[in-house]
Protein backbone atom coordinates (compact mmCIF):
# COMPACT_ATOMS: atom_id res chain seq x y z
CA UNK A 1 0.00 0.00 0.00
CA UNK A 2 1.27 3.42 -0.63
CA UNK A 3 3.05 5.62 2.26
CA UNK A 4 0.62 7.56 4.40
CA UNK A 5 -0.30 11.20 3.78
CA UNK A 6 1.41 12.83 6.93
CA UNK A 7 0.35 16.14 8.86
CA UNK A 8 1.73 19.39 6.81
CA UNK A 9 0.39 17.65 3.49
CA UNK A 10 -2.45 19.77 1.94
CA UNK A 11 -5.49 17.65 1.43
CA UNK A 12 -8.69 19.34 -1.20
CA UNK A 13 -12.22 19.49 -0.27
CA UNK A 14 -14.50 19.76 -3.24
CA UNK A 15 -17.56 21.85 -2.22
CA UNK A 16 -17.33 24.16 0.38
CA UNK A 17 -20.29 24.22 2.84
CA UNK A 18 -20.30 22.95 6.49
CA UNK A 19 -19.43 19.33 6.00
CA UNK A 20 -16.23 20.78 4.13
CA UNK A 21 -15.77 23.32 7.05
CA UNK A 22 -15.84 20.83 9.86
CA UNK A 23 -13.60 18.53 7.63
CA UNK A 24 -11.18 21.47 7.71
CA UNK A 25 -11.56 22.18 11.10
CA UNK A 26 -10.38 18.20 11.79
CA UNK A 27 -7.57 18.39 9.30
CA UNK A 28 -6.12 22.16 10.63
CA UNK A 29 -6.11 20.40 14.16
CA UNK A 30 -3.92 17.51 13.04
CA UNK A 31 -1.61 20.02 11.49
CA UNK A 32 -2.91 19.65 7.20
CA UNK A 33 -3.23 22.90 5.12
CA UNK A 34 -6.83 22.34 3.44
CA UNK A 35 -7.59 23.51 0.21
CA UNK A 36 -11.45 24.17 -0.95
CA UNK A 37 -12.77 24.36 -4.64
CA UNK A 38 -16.39 25.45 -5.07
CA UNK A 39 -18.08 28.66 -7.12
CA UNK A 40 -19.18 29.75 -3.92
CA UNK A 41 -16.31 32.69 -2.52
CA UNK A 42 -16.11 33.33 1.66
CA UNK A 43 -17.75 30.20 1.77
CA UNK A 44 -18.28 27.90 5.64
CA UNK A 45 -15.44 25.86 4.10
CA UNK A 46 -13.26 29.14 2.57
CA UNK A 47 -13.32 31.06 5.77
CA UNK A 48 -11.23 28.17 8.06
CA UNK A 49 -9.26 26.36 5.05
CA UNK A 50 -5.74 27.87 4.23
CA UNK A 51 -6.96 28.64 0.49
CA UNK A 52 -10.07 29.03 -0.97
CA UNK A 53 -10.47 28.84 -5.05
CA UNK A 54 -13.89 29.91 -6.74
CA UNK A 55 -14.54 27.95 -10.24
CA UNK A 56 -17.05 25.91 -11.60
CA UNK A 57 -16.82 22.80 -11.68
CA UNK A 58 -16.98 22.56 -15.36
CA UNK A 59 -14.29 24.94 -15.84
CA UNK A 60 -11.69 21.33 -15.56
CA UNK A 61 -8.31 24.11 -16.29
CA UNK A 62 -9.13 25.26 -12.48
CA UNK A 63 -10.01 21.89 -11.51
CA UNK A 64 -6.58 20.06 -12.40
CA UNK A 65 -4.40 22.96 -11.67
CA UNK A 66 -6.02 22.59 -7.73
CA UNK A 67 -5.67 19.00 -7.93
CA UNK A 68 -1.75 19.37 -8.53
CA UNK A 69 -1.29 21.73 -5.48
CA UNK A 70 -2.95 18.51 -3.25
CA UNK A 71 -1.46 15.47 -2.06
CA UNK A 72 -5.22 13.57 -1.98
CA UNK A 73 -8.80 14.92 -2.76
CA UNK A 74 -11.90 14.26 -1.04
CA UNK A 75 -15.56 15.60 -1.44
CA UNK A 76 -18.47 17.12 0.69
CA UNK A 77 -20.88 16.10 -1.72
CA UNK A 78 -21.55 13.66 -4.29
CA UNK A 79 -23.02 15.20 -6.92
CA UNK A 80 -19.64 15.97 -8.58
CA UNK A 81 -19.79 15.61 -12.51
CA UNK A 82 -17.95 12.56 -13.33
CA UNK A 83 -15.30 14.87 -15.80
CA UNK A 84 -14.28 16.68 -13.14
CA UNK A 85 -13.56 13.34 -11.09
CA UNK A 86 -11.57 12.51 -13.84
CA UNK A 87 -9.34 15.46 -13.91
CA UNK A 88 -8.99 15.49 -10.39
CA UNK A 89 -7.98 11.55 -10.50
CA UNK A 90 -5.09 12.14 -13.59
CA UNK A 91 -3.23 14.60 -10.75
CA UNK A 92 -3.81 13.11 -7.48
CA UNK A 93 -5.17 10.64 -5.23
CA UNK A 94 -9.44 10.96 -5.04
CA UNK A 95 -11.15 9.50 -1.94
CA UNK A 96 -13.57 7.85 -2.28
CA UNK A 97 -13.13 7.10 -5.56
CA UNK A 98 -14.90 8.23 -8.81
CA UNK A 99 -16.78 4.45 -8.92
CA UNK A 100 -18.33 5.65 -5.55
CA UNK A 101 -19.31 8.71 -6.66
CA UNK A 102 -20.70 7.52 -9.73
CA UNK A 103 -22.94 5.09 -7.85
CA UNK A 104 -24.56 7.24 -5.04
CA UNK A 105 -25.16 10.48 -7.28
CA UNK A 106 -27.87 8.02 -9.47
CA UNK A 107 -30.87 6.62 -7.19
CA UNK A 108 -31.10 3.71 -9.90
CA UNK A 109 -27.67 3.10 -9.85
CA UNK A 110 -27.46 2.97 -6.34
CA UNK A 111 -30.37 0.79 -6.10
CA UNK A 112 -29.59 -1.64 -8.13
CA UNK A 113 -26.00 -2.01 -6.64
CA UNK A 114 -27.61 -2.33 -2.92
CA UNK A 115 -29.97 -5.42 -4.74
CA UNK A 116 -27.07 -6.88 -6.11
CA UNK A 117 -25.41 -6.68 -3.16
CA UNK A 118 -27.67 -8.50 -1.19
CA UNK A 119 -29.12 -5.52 0.81
CA UNK A 120 -32.75 -4.77 0.97
CA UNK A 121 -34.52 -2.24 0.03
CA UNK A 122 -38.33 -0.48 -0.31
CA UNK A 123 -39.60 -1.95 -3.69
CA UNK A 124 -39.01 0.77 -6.59
CA UNK A 125 -39.61 0.38 -10.38
CA UNK A 126 -37.55 3.00 -13.02
CA UNK A 127 -39.72 5.87 -14.27
CA UNK A 128 -38.24 7.41 -17.96
CA UNK A 129 -41.37 7.33 -20.13
CA UNK A 130 -44.90 8.07 -19.18
CA UNK A 131 -45.79 4.61 -19.63
CA UNK A 132 -43.54 3.91 -16.57
CA UNK A 133 -45.49 5.53 -14.57
CA UNK A 134 -48.77 3.14 -14.33
CA UNK A 135 -47.02 -0.15 -14.90
CA UNK A 136 -44.45 1.23 -11.58
CA UNK A 137 -47.43 1.86 -9.41
CA UNK A 138 -48.79 -1.67 -10.28
CA UNK A 139 -45.50 -3.07 -8.80
CA UNK A 140 -44.65 -1.09 -5.65
CA UNK A 141 -47.93 -0.44 -4.57
CA UNK A 142 -49.97 3.28 -3.24
CA UNK A 143 -48.84 5.31 -1.62
CA UNK A 144 -45.69 5.58 -3.18
CA UNK A 145 -42.93 8.19 -4.05
CA UNK A 146 -41.49 9.63 -7.23
CA UNK A 147 -37.86 10.40 -6.95
CA UNK A 148 -35.82 12.12 -9.32
CA UNK A 149 -32.88 9.91 -10.21
CA UNK A 150 -30.30 12.79 -9.74
CA UNK A 151 -29.59 15.58 -7.87
CA UNK A 152 -31.80 14.89 -4.77
CA UNK A 153 -31.77 15.64 -1.50
CA UNK A 154 -33.49 16.82 1.63
CA UNK A 155 -36.70 15.67 -0.44
CA UNK A 156 -35.81 18.17 -3.15
CA UNK A 157 -37.09 16.42 -6.25
CA UNK A 158 -39.59 13.94 -4.99
CA UNK A 159 -43.49 13.77 -4.98
CA UNK A 160 -45.83 11.98 -2.94
CA UNK A 161 -48.46 9.76 -4.75
CA UNK A 162 -51.55 8.71 -3.09
CA UNK A 163 -53.45 7.82 -6.15
CA UNK A 164 -53.24 6.61 -9.73
CA UNK A 165 -55.03 9.53 -11.21
CA UNK A 166 -52.28 11.72 -9.62
CA UNK A 167 -49.34 9.80 -11.08
CA UNK A 168 -48.58 11.91 -14.57
CA UNK A 169 -49.28 15.46 -12.53
CA UNK A 170 -46.55 14.26 -10.21
CA UNK A 171 -44.31 13.45 -12.67
CA UNK A 172 -44.55 16.80 -14.01
CA UNK A 173 -44.33 18.44 -10.52
CA UNK A 174 -40.54 16.79 -11.04
CA UNK A 175 -40.08 18.17 -14.46
CA UNK A 176 -40.29 14.67 -16.40
CA UNK A 177 -37.21 13.64 -15.24
CA UNK A 178 -35.88 10.04 -15.14
CA UNK A 179 -36.82 9.23 -11.65
CA UNK A 180 -37.08 6.15 -9.81
CA UNK A 181 -41.20 5.11 -7.86
CA UNK A 182 -41.00 4.04 -4.42
CA UNK A 183 -43.17 2.24 -2.35
CA UNK A 184 -43.86 4.05 1.07
CA UNK A 185 -42.57 2.70 3.63
CA UNK A 186 -44.78 2.13 6.83
CA UNK A 187 -41.74 2.68 9.00
CA UNK A 188 -41.56 3.06 12.97
CA UNK A 189 -38.25 5.02 12.84
CA UNK A 190 -35.69 6.56 10.84
CA UNK A 191 -32.05 4.97 11.87
CA UNK A 192 -28.54 6.01 10.31
CA UNK A 193 -24.99 4.18 10.59
CA UNK A 194 -21.53 6.11 9.81
CA UNK A 195 -18.67 3.98 8.91
CA UNK A 196 -15.59 4.69 7.76
CA UNK A 197 -13.39 2.64 6.20
CA UNK A 198 -9.53 3.01 5.25
CA UNK A 199 -7.73 1.62 2.54
CA UNK A 200 -6.15 -2.00 3.61
CA UNK A 201 -10.33 -2.21 4.65
CA UNK A 202 -10.92 -1.97 8.33
CA UNK A 203 -13.84 -0.26 9.08
CA UNK A 204 -15.33 1.50 12.18
CA UNK A 205 -18.91 2.82 12.93
CA UNK A 206 -20.66 4.50 16.03
CA UNK A 207 -23.62 2.03 16.02
CA UNK A 208 -27.05 3.29 15.17
CA UNK A 209 -28.46 7.01 15.01
CA UNK A 210 -31.97 7.95 15.65
CA UNK A 211 -33.27 10.21 12.74
CA UNK A 212 -36.27 12.44 13.07
CA UNK A 213 -36.90 14.51 9.63
CA UNK A 214 -39.19 17.70 9.61
CA UNK A 215 -40.50 19.32 5.58
CA UNK A 216 -37.87 16.48 4.66
CA UNK A 217 -34.82 18.06 6.32
CA UNK A 218 -33.64 16.06 9.14
CA UNK A 219 -34.65 17.81 12.59
CA UNK A 220 -33.21 15.94 15.14
CA UNK A 221 -30.60 12.84 15.86
CA UNK A 222 -30.37 10.91 18.64
CA UNK A 223 -27.40 8.44 20.16
CA UNK A 224 -27.89 5.58 20.76
CA UNK A 225 -31.06 5.17 18.91
CA UNK A 226 -34.01 3.66 20.67
CA UNK A 227 -34.17 0.58 19.00
CA UNK A 228 -33.80 -3.28 20.14
CA UNK A 229 -29.77 -4.17 20.70
CA UNK A 230 -30.60 -6.84 17.81
CA UNK A 231 -32.28 -4.58 14.97
CA UNK A 232 -29.18 -2.10 16.22
CA UNK A 233 -26.75 -4.79 15.04
CA UNK A 234 -29.22 -5.64 11.79
CA UNK A 235 -28.44 -2.25 10.87
CA UNK A 236 -25.09 -1.87 11.51
CA UNK A 237 -24.17 -5.51 9.76
CA UNK A 238 -26.20 -3.56 6.59
CA UNK A 239 -24.16 -0.45 6.77
CA UNK A 240 -21.01 -2.37 6.75
CA UNK A 241 -21.58 -4.39 3.96
CA UNK A 242 -22.80 -1.58 1.76
CA UNK A 243 -19.13 0.45 2.94
CA UNK A 244 -17.29 -3.06 2.41
CA UNK A 245 -19.02 -3.66 -1.66
CA UNK A 246 -19.26 -0.24 -2.36
CA UNK A 247 -14.82 -0.31 -1.69
CA UNK A 248 -15.60 3.22 -0.13
CA UNK A 249 -12.17 4.69 1.29
CA UNK A 250 -13.59 7.47 3.22
CA UNK A 251 -16.75 7.83 4.77
CA UNK A 252 -19.99 6.13 4.19
CA UNK A 253 -23.40 6.96 6.09
CA UNK A 254 -26.72 4.70 5.28
CA UNK A 255 -30.21 5.76 6.01
CA UNK A 256 -32.51 3.16 6.64
CA UNK A 257 -36.25 2.74 8.15
CA UNK A 258 -36.71 0.03 10.71
CA UNK A 259 -40.38 -1.17 10.66
CA UNK A 260 -42.55 -2.34 13.65
CA UNK A 261 -41.58 -5.99 12.95
CA UNK A 262 -37.46 -4.43 13.09
CA UNK A 263 -37.11 -5.01 9.97
CA UNK A 264 -34.33 -3.04 8.61
CA UNK A 265 -34.14 -1.00 5.14
CA UNK A 266 -31.96 0.81 3.24
CA UNK A 267 -33.22 4.35 2.19
CA UNK A 268 -30.15 6.04 1.16
CA UNK A 269 -26.37 6.19 0.36
CA UNK A 270 -23.71 9.07 1.18
CA UNK A 271 -20.41 8.82 0.77
CA UNK A 272 -19.18 11.58 3.01
CA UNK A 273 -20.24 12.36 6.90
CA UNK A 274 -23.68 13.10 7.12
CA UNK A 275 -25.60 15.49 9.20
CA UNK A 276 -26.74 12.72 11.79
CA UNK A 277 -22.81 12.21 12.76
CA UNK A 278 -21.90 15.50 13.81
CA UNK A 279 -23.03 14.57 17.36
CA UNK A 280 -20.04 12.80 16.91
CA UNK A 281 -17.69 15.84 17.43
CA UNK A 282 -18.96 16.19 20.98
CA UNK A 283 -19.79 12.69 21.67
CA UNK A 284 -16.91 10.68 20.34
CA UNK A 285 -13.39 10.76 20.77
CA UNK A 286 -12.90 10.19 16.93
CA UNK A 287 -15.31 12.47 14.84
CA UNK A 288 -16.49 11.28 11.76
CA UNK A 289 -14.45 14.18 9.82
CA UNK A 290 -11.73 13.20 11.31
CA UNK A 291 -12.27 9.95 10.44
CA UNK A 292 -12.76 11.13 6.81
CA UNK A 293 -9.31 12.78 7.44
CA UNK A 294 -7.48 9.37 8.25
CA UNK A 295 -9.23 7.52 5.64
CA UNK A 296 -7.93 9.90 3.11
CA UNK A 297 -4.70 10.16 4.41
CA UNK A 298 -3.70 6.37 4.88
CA UNK A 299 -3.79 6.70 8.46
CA UNK A 300 -5.29 4.29 11.00
CA UNK A 301 -8.98 5.11 11.65
CA UNK A 302 -9.32 6.21 15.30
CA UNK A 303 -11.76 4.69 17.84
CA UNK A 304 -15.26 5.33 18.11
CA UNK A 305 -15.70 5.19 22.21
CA UNK A 306 -18.00 7.75 23.04
CA UNK A 307 -17.43 10.40 25.68
CA UNK A 308 -20.95 10.24 26.73
CA UNK A 309 -23.47 7.39 27.75
CA UNK A 310 -25.51 9.52 25.05
CA UNK A 311 -25.98 12.66 22.54
CA UNK A 312 -28.30 14.06 20.78
CA UNK A 313 -27.88 16.76 17.53
CA UNK A 314 -31.04 19.38 16.44
CA UNK A 315 -30.49 21.17 13.35
CA UNK A 316 -30.53 25.44 13.29
CA UNK A 317 -32.24 26.02 10.08
CA UNK A 318 -32.59 29.63 8.92
CA UNK A 319 -36.54 30.02 10.42
CA UNK A 320 -34.71 30.22 13.76
CA UNK A 321 -33.49 34.02 12.67
CA UNK A 322 -37.20 34.79 12.25
CA UNK A 323 -37.84 37.15 14.96
CA UNK A 324 -33.87 38.72 14.83
CA UNK A 325 -30.89 36.75 15.92
CA UNK A 326 -31.13 33.68 18.42
CA UNK A 327 -30.64 34.04 21.93
CA UNK A 328 -27.21 32.11 22.12
CA UNK A 329 -26.34 32.88 25.64
CA UNK A 330 -29.90 31.30 26.63
CA UNK A 331 -29.09 27.85 24.94
CA UNK A 332 -25.17 27.78 26.25
CA UNK A 333 -25.59 28.80 29.45
CA UNK A 334 -27.15 24.74 29.68
CA UNK A 335 -24.26 22.76 30.42
CA UNK A 336 -23.53 19.82 27.89
CA UNK A 337 -24.80 22.11 25.20
CA UNK A 338 -22.81 22.80 22.83
CA UNK A 339 -23.31 25.17 19.58
CA UNK A 340 -21.72 24.83 15.65
CA UNK A 341 -22.34 27.58 13.73
CA UNK A 342 -21.18 26.85 10.08
CA UNK A 343 -20.65 31.03 8.95
CA UNK A 344 -23.05 31.64 6.47
CA UNK A 345 -24.25 35.28 6.45
CA UNK A 346 -27.65 34.39 5.12
CA UNK A 347 -30.33 32.83 7.35
CA UNK A 348 -32.91 31.50 4.51
CA UNK A 349 -35.86 29.53 6.06
CA UNK A 350 -34.63 26.00 5.56
CA UNK A 351 -30.75 26.72 5.16
CA UNK A 352 -29.11 24.46 7.49
CA UNK A 353 -27.20 27.47 9.87
CA UNK A 354 -25.94 25.46 12.59
CA UNK A 355 -26.83 22.72 14.79
CA UNK A 356 -26.53 22.22 18.97
CA UNK A 357 -25.38 19.05 21.01
CA UNK A 358 -26.40 17.62 23.96
CA UNK A 359 -24.68 14.95 25.61
CA UNK A 360 -26.56 13.36 28.68
CA UNK A 361 -26.73 9.90 30.61
CA UNK A 362 -29.49 8.41 28.40
CA UNK A 363 -30.90 9.39 25.15
CA UNK A 364 -34.47 10.53 26.36
CA UNK A 365 -32.74 13.01 28.47
CA UNK A 366 -30.14 14.33 25.88
CA UNK A 367 -32.75 14.74 23.12
CA UNK A 368 -34.85 16.73 25.54
CA UNK A 369 -32.00 18.92 26.39
CA UNK A 370 -31.14 19.56 22.96
CA UNK A 371 -34.41 20.66 22.23
CA UNK A 372 -35.02 22.68 25.05
CA UNK A 373 -31.55 24.66 24.07
CA UNK A 374 -32.91 25.04 21.13
CA UNK A 375 -36.06 26.32 22.67
CA UNK A 376 -34.22 28.62 24.89
CA UNK A 377 -32.72 30.38 21.32
CA UNK A 378 -36.23 32.07 20.55
CA UNK A 379 -38.11 31.76 23.62
CA UNK A 380 -36.88 35.51 24.70
CA UNK A 381 -39.91 37.97 25.01
P1 LIG B 1 -34.58 10.82 0.78
O1 LIG B 1 -34.30 12.07 0.03
O2 LIG B 1 -34.71 9.61 -0.07
O3 LIG B 1 -33.59 10.62 1.90
O4 LIG B 1 -35.97 11.03 1.53
C1 LIG B 1 -36.15 12.03 2.52
C2 LIG B 1 -37.13 11.54 3.57
O5 LIG B 1 -38.41 11.23 2.97
C3 LIG B 1 -36.72 10.24 4.26
O6 LIG B 1 -35.81 10.48 5.31
C4 LIG B 1 -38.07 9.75 4.76
O7 LIG B 1 -38.48 10.43 5.92
C5 LIG B 1 -38.99 10.10 3.60
N1 LIG B 1 -39.04 8.96 2.65
C6 LIG B 1 -38.26 8.81 1.57
N2 LIG B 1 -38.52 7.66 0.91
C7 LIG B 1 -39.51 7.05 1.59
C8 LIG B 1 -40.24 5.82 1.45
N3 LIG B 1 -40.01 4.97 0.44
N4 LIG B 1 -41.17 5.52 2.37
C9 LIG B 1 -41.44 6.37 3.40
N5 LIG B 1 -40.80 7.55 3.60
C10 LIG B 1 -39.85 7.91 2.72
Redesign the pocket.
Known sequence: MSAPILPGATIGVLGSGQLGRMFTIAARRLGYRVHTFSPDQDSPTGQVADHEVTASYDDLAAVSAFARDVAAVTFEFENVPSRTVEALGAGTVVRPSGHVLHVTQH?VREKTFLVGAGIPV?PFAVVEASGDIQRGLAQVGLP??L?TASF?????G?VRIAEPDAASAGWATIGWQPAVL??????AC?VSVVVARSADGAMVDYGAIE?S?RH?I?DVSVWPARIPEATARKAVALARAACEALDVVGVLCV?M?VDAAGDVIV??LAPRPHNSGHLTIDAHVTCQFEQQLRAVCGLPLGTTTARAPAAAMANLLGDEWGRGEPDWAAALALPEVKLHLYGKLEPRPGRKMGHLTATAGTPDEAEALVREARRLLTARA
Open positions: RAAIKGYDGKQEGVVAFENHHLEFNE
